[in-house]
């Protein structure tokens, strides 16, 4: 009976280890929608570390392919030459009021940020880039978007974007999640258990 109860135990505690771990989910930001995505909620006073790979083209007929930073992938001919590092905040150099949603700063073809659903102004926004470090002030959802001009959207490639996780750091203090905490008691219950039977069924010893 005990054997079958400890091979039981253990698992649970593993599980309970796994389940206490900080939380990171991908969610995928498209080229194509000027719409922000959820990338998950923040919680006030944590620690968090937000990554991007991939890369997103902002106009499938010029082959304007950049990284989560804005910056192209490869050398961009003319005329969208000015878009060559470190990166352009315009759509086209012959028209520098197509700014994206994020501004005269944001560049274009880059991952921003907004704790907004809807946000209405450029102030709203902020660079996140391939890596991005940060302590919540407030609990709240944070959204990414690829940043382009508002009406430039329809004309890029489908199926690019970038794959974004949102992740507690271990050393933020953040707290473990109600069905955590269960496993966890379980976990470290049953090993006591555990504990206290192997002690009884030792041998005594003269």
Known sequence: MHKYFKALVLPIAAVAMVAAAPASASVFVTATSSTPTAL????????????ATGIANIYEAGGLDFDADGVPTHLIAAPYAAFNTPGCCYNDPTNSSSFGPAGLNGLLGALV????????????????????????TSSATLYGLVNDASTAYSDN???????VSLTADRTSGSVPEPG?????????????ATLRSSRRQAPATA
């Open 40 to 51: 998950g909620s923040v919680i006030a006073g944590t620690s968090y570390t937000v990554t």
């Open 180 to 192: 955590a905490w269960t496993l966890m008691i379980l976990g470290f219950g049953g090993v006591g």
């Open 157 to 163: 490639k489908a199926g690019t974007g970038f794959t």
């Open 113 to 136: 940020g907004t704790f907004l659903a809807a946000p209405s102004s450029s102030a709203d926004y902020f660079q996140l880039g391939k890596s991005f470090h940060f302590t919540a």
